[in-house]
């Protein structure tokens, strides 16, 4: 079992920028693919970006050339970077891994992830 911290969420003006983290333990090994959630209220979680252990990487088309998806292997952290960020940006984000080795677009679903984070806020006013 992977056990997954986000950190890194806050309030931030519209334009602004933030950089989530996300730091993995315990069977890091089944982390092949990592990817990024979020979940407003009322709505449904969504796929933001996923990255596979190699630094491929896919992307949601809302976030597309203002969301960048990294991850350090050595560190088991993962990140995303957010700039230009929208009110409609608002939303708890979410750290999921996976062992199997299909890491993609496809992906982009929330369903099948083995492993989740608690989720840090962010808000953009």
């Known amino acids: 079992h992977v056990q997954l911290v986000e950190s890194g969420g806050g309030s931030v003006q519209a334009g602004g920028s933030l950089r989530l983290s996300c730091t993995a333990s315990g069977d890091t090994e089944n982390t092949y693919c990592m990817g990024w959630f979020r979940q407003a209220p009322g709505k449904e979680r969504e796929g933001v970006a996923v990255i596979d252990y190699y630094g491929s990487t896919s992307y949601a088309d809302s976030v597309k050339g203002r969301f960048t998806i990294s991850r350090d292997n050595d560190k088991n952290t993962l990140y995303v970077e957010m700039h230009s960020l929208k009110l409609e940006d608002t939303a708890m984000y979410y750290c999921?891994?996976?062992?199997?080795?299909?890491?993609?677009?496809?992906?982009?679903?929330?369903?099948?992830?083995?492993?989740w984070g608690q989720g840090t806020q962010v808000t953009v006013s």
């Open positions: 999921a891994a996976d062992g199997r080795p299909s890491c993609g677009q496809l992906r982009l679903g929330p369903a099948g992830w083995a492993s």
